[in-house]
């Protein structure tokens, strides 16, 4: 997991609610990213930063939200708008793209999000 | 965007024997390919990647190749032990966005 670290690792939220997942790390990437996996299937991107107070969405933005106001960290807020939540989370950073290393991507231990 | 897809979904193999899995890309212009392995309920691994101008990579037991004209790349794992039983997924990486496959379920039978 190297030094990036999501919480909680379990998350449980009723219908109609908004929760908000953390994603830090010390590995002093400039770039973070959000997946979300569902069983049986691959990744799924979110939403992006490649720098701070930048962010792009992803493949599955619908429903979700982010803010990069710091380096270190990357919270994702799952709205009530996202029909259908219940997933695994994962969070991930590289190197920033002008770097020699720049797309290998390190994953932290991510948060299981289930909707009651 | 990038399509990758991956076969087989599951491979169960006999201990000491070797496990291949098989991924294939869209756009040519992918230029990175890791590999993760994720044990159950717990985020991926990389355990070897590769990039577009090497052909082939090896660490150890695992290997990647990678065929550029094919537009597929595949590892590699030899002597296979009961640890390496897990998911793996393959990604393409296309402007600094990973593009996954659906992964692969190794079984290693003791």
């Known amino acids: 997991d190297g030094g990036i670290t999501q919480s909680p690792k379990y998350l449980f939220r009723k219908e109609g609610q908004n929760v908000t997942l953390s994603c830090e790390q010390n590995?002093?990437?400039?770039?973070m990213y959000w997946y979300r996996q569902d069983p049986g299937q691959g990744l799924r991107l979110i939403y992006y930063s490649q720098i701070v107070n930048d962010f792009q969405k992803g493949d599955i933005a619908e429903g979700y939200s982010v803010s990069r106001e710091k380096k270190e960290s990357f919270p994702l807020t799952v709205t009530s708008a996202q029909k259908n939540p219940t997933a695994f989370y994962l969070c991930?950073?590289?190197?920033?793209?002008?770097?020699?290393?720049?797309?290998?991507?390190?994953f932290g231990p991510g948060t299981r999000l289930t909707v009651l | 965007g990038e399509n990758v897809e991956q076969h087989p979904s599951t491979l169960s193999v006999q201990e000491g024997d070797s496990a291949v899995i098989k991924c294939t890309y869209s756009d040519s212009a992918s230029n990175y390919f890791p590999w993760y392995k994720q044990e159950l309920g717990k985020g991926p691994q990389l355990i070897i990647d590769?990039?577009?101008?090497?052909g082939e990579k090896k660490d150890q037991r695992i290997a990647v190749t990678l065929n550029k004209t094919a537009k597929h790349f595949s590892l590699h794992i030899t002597e296979t032990q009961p640890e390496d039983s897990a998911v793996y997924f393959c990604a393409a990486s296309l402007n600094y966005k990973l593009s996954f496959g659906a992964g692969t379920t190794v079984t290693v039978r003791a």
């Open positions: 590995l002093n990437h400039d770039a």
């Open positions: 590769i990039r577009s101008n090497v």
């Open positions: 991930a950073s590289s190197l920033f793209a002008d770097s020699g290393n720049t797309d290998t991507q390190y």
